[in-house]
């Protein structure tokens, strides 16, 4: 039996350990479903132990009587022929802290065969160190002189994680200036891919406002390559001043671009750069609204209604043409596009939704009603007796939509407010629960 750990809670450490420890085991190796559930019913308190992580993998270790493998293990299965096993040896290594025998290992692997690996290591080698580490720079660092694509790829995305941002100590040192020289002569790599992860990393590392980070993603944006077009137009504009006419017009061209997800970057770009009420930002995005792609007309809609103002008619009325969309993503994002412009109680947008009810495709009849759902209150008895009849439609998504709309709209006080979006954030996954840290379910 695996010995307890003192800290671990008082139910653990009961009598009736063996029985719940078997319990476990049998569920776990039976099914590999998560734990939490399982130990809630069983009534284990999941707590965060001292210089723990959160206890399901302890419990985990708990339950199969596994013990975690030593530095020579996680060395050896560095180097196994079995990707799965060299994955989850190279995630191992990252956790022993400014170990050099581990950062030599986590360096080898920037190397592997497998991209899989290669992300593997890119993680591990951003945890074994500090920021700006000489050891894991200097290690990364030698990957970009690698004959293999992939290795030199990897290095750049790796030292884009692990070296500082502009202004950190480790910023302006002797080895800093060759990682800047190194990725700076990437730029013109003969493989699009070492193009493209140099762009990122540069763009990652610059000041704001860097004006040869700039000039080199204006260089990129003639690239053959779509992707690396795409993230010359990120960079852009995600350094250039808010609101700068000069940038639009850099990236403008690439609406017009044969490759779909370049035109998507571009509107999105276009949206990040300009002003609230910008006409002619306005104007580009009102035009790709209309482009072949679902990508970009999804894009183009988000951002129309992050640059459009409250009382602009011209553009409430395009994003509620987007609702007519035979693709129910634009129409999603016209929806929340049109609830976070208008906010709750805004006539205009209702008498948008209101006029489409009757659209003769179901789509539209249910993104009609989902906004209504989020922007009508309880005093529009006109609007809630439409949204009631809809409960019989001959779609029966609209029926669903109707039914869960008429609920809300009852429970929604009257007045104008703003419209808070109940899409989860995800801008954070590890807060969610999702960190890529953590072992997979189906692992052994």
Request: hydrophobic fraction near 40%.
């Amino acid at each position: 039996m695996v010995p307890l750990r003192a800290a671990w809670p008082g139910a653990l450490r009961s009598a009736a350990v063996p029985a719940t420890r078997a319990v476990l085991r049998r569920r776990w190796a039976g099914h590999r479903r998560p734990l939490v559930p399982q130990l809630r019913r069983l009534g284990i308190p999941l707590t965060r132990l001292p210089g723990e992580g959160v206890a399901v993998p302890l419990l985990r270790t708990f339950c199969t009587g596994a013990k975690a493998p030593s530095k020579e293990e996680l060395l050896k299965d560095a180097s196994h022929h079995d990707v799965p096993v060299r994955r989850k040896a190279v995630k191992g290594l990252g956790k022993l802290r400014d170990d050099a025998d581990a950062i030599a290992a986590v360096a080898h692997a920037l190397g592997d065969e497998d991209v899989a690996v290669q992300l593997a290591a890119q993680a591990a080698m951003a945890k074994i160190a500090d920021v700006g580490d000489e050891r894991t720079v200097s290690a990364t660092l030698e990957k970009l002189s690698s004959a293999c694509e992939w290795t030199r790829i990897a290095g750049l995305s790796t030292l884009a994680d692990i070296t500082g941002k502009a202004g950190h100590p480790t910023r302006g040192t002797p080895l800093d200036l060759k990682v800047n020289e190194a990725i700076r002569s990437r730029l013109q790599d003969e493989d699009w891919g070492v193009r493209r992860a140099a762009m990122d990393a540069m763009a990652k590392r610059a000041l704001f406002g860097c004006g040869e980070t700039i000039e080199a993603a204006k260089v990129l944006l003639q690239d053959q390559m779509g992707t690396v077009r795409e993230s010359a137009i990120k960079a852009i504009a995600a350094l250039v001043s808010k609101g700068s006419r000069e940038a639009i017009d850099w990236i403008a061209p690439r609406l017009d671009d044969w490759h779909e997800s370049v035109r998507r970057a571009a509107v999105l770009g276009i949206a990040r750069i300009a002003v609230r009420g910008d006409q002619y930002a306005l104007e580009l995005e009102k035009s790709s609204c209309d482009d072949r792609s679902w990508i970009v007309r999804k894009a183009a809609t988000d951002a129309l209604a992050q640059t459009a103002t409250l009382n602009d008619l011209p553009c409430l009325r395009k994003l509620a043409r987007m609702l007519e969309d035979f693709d129910p993503l634009p129409r999603m994002a016209a929806i929340y596009g049109l609830a976070e412009l208008g906010g709750v109680g805004h006539r205009k947008v209702i008498k948008l939704a209101e006029a489409r009810l009757d659209h003769r495709d179901p789509g539209t009849r249910q993104a009609c009603v989902q906004l209504l759902e989020k922007v009508a209150t309880s005093d529009m008895e006109d609007i809630s007796r439409k949204v009631e009849e809809k409960m019989d439609d001959e779609d029966e998504h609209v029926r669903d939509s109707a039914f869960y709309a008429l609920e809300a709209i009852r429970k929604s006080p009257p007045g104008r407010r703003r419209w808070i979006s109940d899409l989860p954030d995800l801008g954070d996954l590890d807060r969610l629960g999702l960190d890529s840290d953590e072992e997979e379910s189906g692992e052994t």
